[in-house]
């Protein structure tokens, strides 16, 4: 039976909660991910954040301006999630400079006090992952972060075919 052990990543790209909101979202660009662990500066892990968090600030936040966009955003001003239904858009140069300077991380971050171990199967971390309908979870060790796991983790997993996917026969 795999386990997460077997298809975490374990080089994590974190971000402090101090971060801005500006810098959050080059963070993110930049790595092109979608999300990432918040830990603070002697380690400890403290929250996960994502784009969905900057997209839900933008909502209940009338100094963020949230548009819809037909085309690629401009990374330079923008930030897109492109597995939204319409393409979102977080259009910088409408964003008040004060907000997306001095907002940070800590104020949009989902505090985590939880997480996956290595030892987890992969079938209950598609459940733990499903039934939270969240796209990554942070693995620990104990206290200790030691990896990431995502939902393209484990679809990766089986579409290289290091995880055996049951028949249709096998499921009834």
């Known amino acids: 039976m795999r386990t997460v052990s077997d298809i975490m990543q374990r080089n994590v790209a974190s971000v402090r909660p101090d971060a801005t909101l500006r810098e959050l979202t080059r963070f ?3 790595r092109d991910i979608s999300g990432a662990p918040v830990v ?5 892990l403290v929250g996960v954040v ?3 968090d900057i997209i839900r600030k933008a909502a209940d936040d ?3 301006d949230l548009v819809e966009h037909s085309g690629l ?3 330079e001003h923008s930030y897109h999630l492109p597995d939204e239904p319409d393409l979102m858009v977080l259009d910088w140069s409408r964003v008040d400079a004060s907000t997306r ?3 940070t991380v800590a104020d949009i971050m989902t505090d985590v ?3 996956v171990s290595p030892s987890t199967s992969v079938k209950e971390l598609a459940e733990f992952l499903s039934r939270g309908r969240i796209h990554r979870a942070v693995v620990l060790d104990g206290q200790r972060l030691v990896g990431i796991v995502t939902t393209m983790d484990v679809l990766r997993a089986i579409a290289g075919g290091h995880l055996a996917v049951p028949s249709r026969q096998d499921t009834k």
């Open 28 to 30: 993110l660009s930049d």
């Open 40 to 44: 603070t500066e002697d380690g400890a």
């Open 50 to 52: 994502s784009a969905t």
């Open 62 to 64: 009338s100094t963020l």
């Open 73 to 75: 955003p401009d990374v």
């Open 101 to 103: 300077d001095v907002m």
């Open 113 to 115: 006090s939880f997480g």
